[in-house]
């Protein structure tokens, strides 16, 4: 078998059955390269100890931050908030060899390549909310955080990551989530030739449409990120997040949602969780 990209994410190892599933992800031959799009878990040194020991086994792993990695919690010895969590992450990433957002971006050059895999940090802005904010504007911060919430509150939902999730320095998650998505349009603008996206949030607002609970999309993305499929050349667009995992086309680019989900999750469909999804591979 030649070597294959290959894509997972909320893999969630909190939970004992997911991290047994994690520790036995292996490659099915030596050239394979794996995405882990975000949500490996919350305890900063079980992630780093599991991206890891997956550096070890795959021929290159590629990660992007999923927003459980960036939740600050209380039994949790590191106790980095936000931007300083995430770059404390990158390091650990450096440190053995995994591609974070911030390093180059390696070019796939097996089967289906040369392709350039991008891993993308998005965050959200609350635009995902019904009736839907316009990108980047003013409203995105308060405004759009307070209906959102409100939204929630009345749907009895409560966000996760209100309290978990910080975003010093920045004064919000949206004001976050515009520096990066304009830091990742620069360097995504430099690429030449077709790109894998791999991020955890999706980047258009379609497949939150399928979320069980409405309320959620406003923590689900960004409408800053709502061309990216057709302004670059995108082959794939991975991401994770709403534990939905398909196949489906927007403007003919093709979305993966990749995620293994909670044991409650996965369990509906199967005794174990799917392998990896082949995002590029010999046909
Ligand atoms: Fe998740």
Request: net charge neutral; hydrophobic share 45%.
């Amino acid at each position: 078998m030649a070597g294959r990209l290959l894509a997972v994410s909320d893999l969630h190892i909190g939970y004992p059955e997911n991290r047994a599933y994690a520790d036995a992800l292996s490659p099915g031959d030596p050239g394979d390269w794996l995405i882990v799009a975000g949500d490996v878990g919350e305890v900063f040194a079980d992630v780093g100890f599991v991206l890891a020991s997956l550096a070890s086994r795959f021929a290159k792993v590629i990660w992007a931050p999923g927003n459980h990695e960036l939740w600050t919690l209380p039994s949790d010895p590191v106790a980095l908030r936000g931007v300083a969590r995430y770059e404390a992450l990158v390091k650990v990433c450096r440190r053995f060899g995994v591609v974070t957002p911030e390093d180059e971006f390696p070019v796939w050059d097996g089967a289906g390549g040369p392709v350039t895999v991008a891993p993308v940090f998005t965050l959200y802005d609350y635009s995902f909310r019904a009736g839907g904010a316009a990108a980047g504007d003013a409203a995105a911060d308060g405004g759009g955080r307070a209906a959102a919430l409100a939204a929630a509150g009345r749907a009895g939902i409560r966000p996760v990551d209100e309290g978990r999730l910080h975003a010093d320095p920045y004064p919000s998650a949206a004001a976050w989530c515009r520096d990066l998505v304009t830091a990742a349009e620069r360097r995504l603008a430099a690429v030449n030739g077709p790109l894998v996206l791999a991020g955890h949030w999706p980047l258009v607002r379609g497949p939150v449409a399928a979320l069980r609970h409405r309320e959620f999309a406003p923590w689900c993305g960004t409408a800053l990120t709502g061309e990216w499929h057709t302004r670059y050349r995108v082959r794939a667009a991975v991401y994770g997040h709403l534990h939905i995992p398909r196949t489906t086309r927007y403007d003919g680019v093709r979305f993966e949602e990749v995620s293994v989900g909670y044991p409650r999750e996965w369990g509906r469909r199967g005794a174990a969780p799917p392998p990896p999804r082949v995002i590029l591979g010999p046909e």
